[in-house]
Antibody, heavy 116, light 114 residues
């Protein structure tokens, strides 16, 4: 069974760093791009970027380029989404997903709350 | 950049009645290979999103046949033939034709039961 399992909820302060994980199982991890999608409370879905686990090639949405880093450790079938300095506006649910397959697969989502 | 505009943004529907959501793109979504990369997603409350329709009109596995997609070029439509209670949620169109900027979602349409 294909699964994407994500980190648990996080509560952080502005300026802190954070790394979320997304662990894949039930499929050949290096064969599929992993995307990250944001949902700010009360707002719509936003695609942030994706990574090819086979070679770590990344594509970022211009809206998120430079604000987050997407990385991968293929030895443990895990993709990451990282911030060096969080802002209150980063408060959101973050999903990892496999979007280029039929069907698509999504993680359960991680709620990140950034508040002083 | 390509912009997807959905309408309506709020859609109250009586159970058993049809529903229709429009998605208009600021640019043609036909890729150089002739494929149109326009998808529809459903996001139910408390769940992860899931894709319903890919490449305009293809239903993903497990998606009820009351969902259908149509359109071409810049104008696309998601139709639900008879709305059921489990269809409550937010529906998004998403393009995958133009890179950059990469995948782009519409603003979302909130479907609720009247």
């Amino acid at each position: 069974e294909v699964q994407l399992v994500q980190s648990g909820a996080e509560v952080k302060k502005p300026g802190e760093s954070l790394r979320l994980f997304c662990k894949g199982s039930g499929f050949t991890f290096t064969n599929y791009w992993i995307s990250w999608v944001r949902q700010v409370p009360g707002k719509g879905l936003e695609w942030m970027g994706r990574i090819d686990p086979s070679d770590s090639e990344t594509n970022y949405s211009p809206s998120f380029q430079g604000h987050v880093t997407i990385s991968v450790d293929k030895s443990i079938k895990t993709a990451y989404l990282q911030w060096n300095s969080l802002k209150a506006s980063d408060t959101a649910i973050y999903y990892c997903a496999r979007l280029e397959t039929y069907p698509d697969y999504w993680g359960q989502g991680t709620l990140v709350t950034v508040s002083s | 950049d390509v912009v997807l505009t959905q309408s309506p943004l709020s859609l109250p529907v009586t159970l058993g009645q049809p529903a229709s959501i429009s998605c208009r793109s600021s640019q043609s979504l036909v890729y150089s290979d002739g494929t149109t990369y326009l998808n529809w997603f459903q996001h139910r409350p408390g769940q992860s999103p899931r894709r319903l329709i890919y490449k305009v009109s293809n239903r993903d596995s497990g998606v009820p046949d009351r969902f259908s997609g149509s359109g071409s070029g810049t104008d696309f439509t998601l139709k639900i033939s008879r709305v059921e209670a489990e269809d409550v949620g937010i529906y998004y169109c998403m393009q995958g034709t133009h890179w950059p900027p990469g995948y782009t979602f519409g603003q979302g349409t909130k479907l609720e039961i009247k």
